[in-house]
């Protein structure tokens, strides 16, 4: 089959902000042949290249008129090996990450149920890491397939040359726009022990008066807390966490707390320290204020809400007058999650 190459494509339905953009060039990849074919095309081939998966971690502030949007609709789910020591899934790479999730636990594989209901396509889950509620995606990442944007080679990455970090990897630096991941493999150790010293997860648990969870009960926890606390992009555009928590060393961590002494830090095993963004953010007075049709949400500050029509410029704005806040008042400027386009 050849490509479907589409032109002024609408990118509203295709980023969870609900932002208004378009894309001059966009053609959707359903296998790794596929994307070659989008290399060796005499006139995209040569194009610089966005790749997009489920638009739920970038912002839209212009129309997309020089790259040519691929987006990435890649399916198939299976395994690979299935021992007493670890099961091995591959993935393609436009599956979306949430129902495989629900995939691996129905087959009895459990080790991803902290990581349930994060929006998106697991092509995109090594490009920041994804992690929630105490595990991240390298905790289970074992090798990711590439197709190159220039020569149309194919590769393995083992997922110890991604790089991966703190929703960080290669993939946003060195390979951004230049590898378009097809799909990726995931090992879930045997036996199945649970993530739930997360203090949220901790406390749902004990709610629920269960002692010794099941990995079903721990992605009950995960759905019900998410679902309290995060905004449905459906109902209320957004891209999740709109800022990382700084690390810093010890040092700074101190100075902070010497005038902040409320300040939300957790230690990291590399003697570093996790500020909690969403205290900071508050302690600013950003918790549901408004700024144009950008907001910053009730309920959790660390998310940027479109009110309803914003531009993506309106949620920049808001991005910046809050990163000049939090600058002002802790000396440290927040670093935006999502891809800024
Ligand atoms: C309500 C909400 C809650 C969220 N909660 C979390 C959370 O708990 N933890 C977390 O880590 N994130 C969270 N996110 C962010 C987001 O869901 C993840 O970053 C997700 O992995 C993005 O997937 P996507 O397919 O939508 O990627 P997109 O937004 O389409 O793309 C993101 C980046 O990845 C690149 N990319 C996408 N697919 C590929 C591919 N196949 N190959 C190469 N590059 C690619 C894009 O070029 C872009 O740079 C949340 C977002 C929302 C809206």
């Not at 609408?10 to 980023?15: D, E, H, I, K, V």
């Not at 209320?236 to 928590?245: H, I, R, V």
């Not at 049709?293 to 809400?305: D, I, K, S, Y």
């Amino acid at each position: 089959m050849s490509l479907e190459l589409e032109t002024d494509v609408p990118l509203r339905a295709f980023n969870t902000f609900g932002i208004e953009a378009t894309a001059r060039r966009l053609v959707r990849v359903r296998s790794a042949r596929d994307v070659r074919l989008v290399v060796d095309h005499p006139e995209w081939g040569r194009s610089p290249k966005f790749i997009l998966g489920g638009g739920s971690n970038v912002l839209f502030t212009r129309d997309i008129d020089d790259a040519v949007v691929v987006k990435t609709e890649i399916r198939g789910l299976r395994v690979l090996e299935d021992d007493a020591r670890s099961t091995l899934i591959e993935v393609g790479a436009g599956e979306p990450w949430h129902d495989v999730v629900i995939w691996a636990l129905e087959q009895g594989f459990a080790g991803l149920e902290n990581l349930a209901l994060i929006p998106g396509t697991a092509g995109a889950a090594p490009v920041q890491n994804i992690g929630a509620y105490g595990l991240e995606l390298s905790d289970r990442l074992e090798s990711v397939d590439v197709v190159d944007l220039v020569t149309g080679r194919s590769a393995t990455l083992p997922a110890a040359h991604c790089r991966l970090g703190y929703r960080d990897s290669i993939f946003k630096r060195e390979l951004a726009g230049k590898s378009v991941i097809t799909a990726i493999r995931l090992r879930l150790p045997k036996p199945w022990a649970p993530v739930a010293g997360y203090a949220d997860v901790a406390r749902w648990l004990q709610r629920e008066q269960i002692s010794d969870p099941s990995p079903h009960d721990v992605f009950k926890a995960v759905c019900a807390i998410r679902t309290s606390k995060l905004p449905d992009p459906a109902q209320l555009g957004n891209a999740g966490s709109f800022f990382k928590n700084p690390v810093v060393n010890r040092t700074i961590r101190n100075e902070i707390l010497e005038e902040h002494p409320d300040i939300v830090s957790y230690p990291l095993d590399d003697g570093t320290y996790k500020l909690a963004a969403a205290w900071m953010i508050a302690a600013c007075g950003w918790k549901g204020q408004t700024l144009g049709r950008a907001g910053v949400h009730e309920q959790q500050p660390l998310v940027l809400v479109n009110r309803g029509g914003a531009t993506g410029a309106n949620v920049l704005e808001l991005a910046r007058a809050v990163q000049d806040s939090v600058e002002q008042k802790f000396g440290l400027r927040l670093e935006p999650e999502p891809v800024i386009l």
